[in-house]
């Protein structure tokens, strides 16, 4: 199953955002006009707000529109991958175009699932820097989710890092997202099941690529799958080892997994 929507967004990459991302994870703010940005950071840009009458119970713009309403209220971002075919440049212009590439319904241990996988193809400069496949997965409220897998102990770098409500925050602010299980503990923990306020997952995949350039290098392909969720305060571990890089939680279980390539 398939849509004929198309969205097409427009950006001029500002890199003030560009700075605040830099600033949020602890880094010295330095990208200007012109600095190509690092693998991920074009997930502050290219914002589609909607008006409050337009969004959904979790503060996603809801359903029936690009994505399609499957009937299943719980969102979560499952996977990615992406191409890297050229550095995109912070305050240069840019055209991001999404469609529906598939959507998968299926009978899992825990319930009815349906999977969205979108398709976004960024040009700057009439030429195709990135495309992106971005993996959603909808559940029913009353989902029960599968013990989590453990995490690997072999990586060779490793990198401890915490979380706060205001990191949390921050990021959404930043990417506008509205997703309430990262802001809203109420909502988090009572409406959608969750031990606290879930931390990122685009967040941990940008940190994950963070590390994989400092190991290779510019990325040219980056791809990863989300395990497990990782709650505030829970602390968690980045590691590495020979092309693949994932998160490792507290009690050791395995909350995303990735590969890379230079």
Known sequence: MTSDQVQTLIDVMDPARARALQAMLGQNPTLQSGDPLPPFAHHIYFWDPQPPAALGRDGHPATG???????????????????????????????????????????????????????????????????????????????????????????????????????????????????????????????????????????????LMDLATRQLGSLTEFTYRATAPLVVPEPATLCWKDGTAWVRGPDSRLCMQASARA
């Open 65 to 207: 529109a690009l994505i399609p309403d499957l009937g299943l209220p719980r969102r979560m971002w499952a996977a990615g991958k992406l191409t890297f075919h050229r550095p995109l440049l912070a305050g240069i212009r840019a055209e991001k175009i999404t469609r529906v590439d598939s959507v998968t319904r299926k009978s899992g241990r825990t319930g009815p699932l349906a999977f969205v996988r979108l398709r976004h193809d960024i040009r700057q400069r009439q030429t195709l820097a990135v495309t992106e496949f971005q993996e959603l997965v909808y559940r029913p409220d009353d989902t029960i989710s599968p013990p989590p897998p453990a995490a690997p102990t072999d990586e060779t770098h490793a990198l401890d890092v915490n979380f706060d409500p205001t990191l949390l925050f921050r990021y959404s602010a930043l990417t506008f997202n509205g997703h309430r299980i990262h802001y809203d503990q109420p909502y988090a923990t009572g409406t959608e099941g969750y031990a606290g306020l879930v931390v990122h997952g685009p967040l941990l995949a940008h940190l």
